[in-house]
């Protein structure tokens, strides 16, 4: 607590031209009803498929012939059903980008809850307010700063582990979702905040919600599993299922974001220079593989973080058409635009920066672009 209280308050300025004449043009792409309507209908369409893959794939692993090859098929098809899931619908609904009201988006949102094992609750801290409005920010960002685990930016300490962080973060990648599914959400509300974000002890339906959404996710992952296979082979399946998604997961956000060609910030830089907070996101984030549909697709236009960002509360099925804008508007008011053009090019960049960040050994002050 005392540290909320000394860490320095950001804050960002809201205009500039660069998103004035952006957000009149998405405005203007989105106001066309069909264009709405069809953006919508893609959304839903997604959700159908990845909770009805990941509804038939538990109940052929639960009440199916058990055989190996069927099994090992049904036991990839959660795992893939349960990805769209976060990508495609929670991530969205949990921005308030699905329904128009906060009330449905919130209910959708519990699927964070009750089917991947993540406090919705804690997750809108964490995700919507702490990465959202401090992206790359040493300290406010919660996904940005593992410390003493690893150094993702040069504002942060050395140490010398660190030198095989490259190797390590993997494993350590595939166990943030189990962190979190099990004391990570506890440990954040007893500390009080995420990041330098406050979170309050949930109360009424939030509660109701948080406690509600793990007993439901332990009895369809743990309970029911143990009627049907021994303990072991149930430990073995959830420990596999939610590590292979947890990796999914968070490659994929940092591909976003820790990488070669984003910005970096410490508290002190922000402080001393109020940034134009439309400037920031962009230049601390990079697409990638942006004129690939069928990654687009699976992974809920992530691979489009810049506009997502930009515009967190736009269903993700328009960011494809959104870039175009962004980056025409970019390149017209001189701010940095960053894409890989494929998923090994964004992947190479994370593993040379996190080879990077572990073997420099001092202390680096980096300019803001
Ligand atoms: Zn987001």
Redesign the pocket.
Same mark, same amino acid.
């Given at each position: 607590m005392t540290e909320l209280l000394t860490a320095p308050k950001l804050s960002f300025d809201n205009g500039g031209e660069f998103i004035r004449d952006t957000r009149r043009e998405v405005e203007a792409y989105l106001a066309c009803r069909r264009t709405r309507v069809r953006g919508r209908l893609n959304l839903y369409a997604k959700s159908f498929v990845a909770f009805g893959l990941m509804l038939a794939s538990w109940a052929v692993l639960m009440f199916g012939s058990h055989e190996l090859w069927t099994g090992l098929l049904a036991f990839a098809g959660l795992i893939l059903g349960t990805t769209l899931t976060a990508f495609c619908v929670m #991530?969205d609904a949990n #921005?308030g980008a699905y329904f128009r009201t906060r009330r449905f988006n919130h209910l959708l949102g519990w699927t964070a809850d009750s089917l991947l094992g993540l406090s919705s609750y804690a997750w809108r801290v964490k #995700?919507?307010v702490a +990465? #959202?409005t401090y992206t790359n920010v040493e300290g406010y960002d919660a996904d940005i700063t593992q410390t003493p685990m690893a150094r993702f930016m040069p504002v942060q300490p050395s140490r010398p582990w660190y030198r095989l962080q490259h190797f390590y973060i993997w494993p350590l990648y595939s166990l943030m979702a189990l962190r979190w599914q099990t004391l990570g959400d506890v440990a954040a509300l007893r500390r009080g905040r995420i990041g330098q974000s406050a979170i309050r002890m949930p109360r009424r339906w939030d509660l109701v919600g948080l406690l509600a959404g793990k007993i439901v996710f332990v009895c369809w992952a743990i309970v029911v599993p143990l009627l049907f296979y021994p303990w072991w082979a149930v430990l073995a399946g959830y420990l596999v299922f939610s590590m292979v998604m947890s990796l999914i997961m968070a490659v994929t956000f940092q591909l976003a974001h820790c990488v070669e060609e984003a910005d970096f910030a410490s508290p002190e830089q922000l402080s001393q220079q109020k940034r134009l907070w439309a400037v920031h996101e962009v230049e601390a984030t990079v697409d990638f593989c942006p004129r690939n549909p069928v990654l687009t697709w699976m992974l809920g236009g992530l691979n489009y973080q810049i506009e +997502?960002h930009l515009f967190?509360r736009v269903p993700h099925t328009h960011y494809a058409r959104i870039a175009e804008i962004v980056e025409r508007n970019a390149a017209r008011h001189g701010v940095r635009y960053a894409v890989q053009p494929s998923l090994l090019a964004a992947l190479g960049s994370h593993y040379r920066h996190l080879r990077a960040m572990g073997r420099a050994g001092l202390r680096v002050e980096v300019e803001m672009g």
């Open positions: #991530h #921005h #995700h919507n +990465h #959202h +997502h967190p």
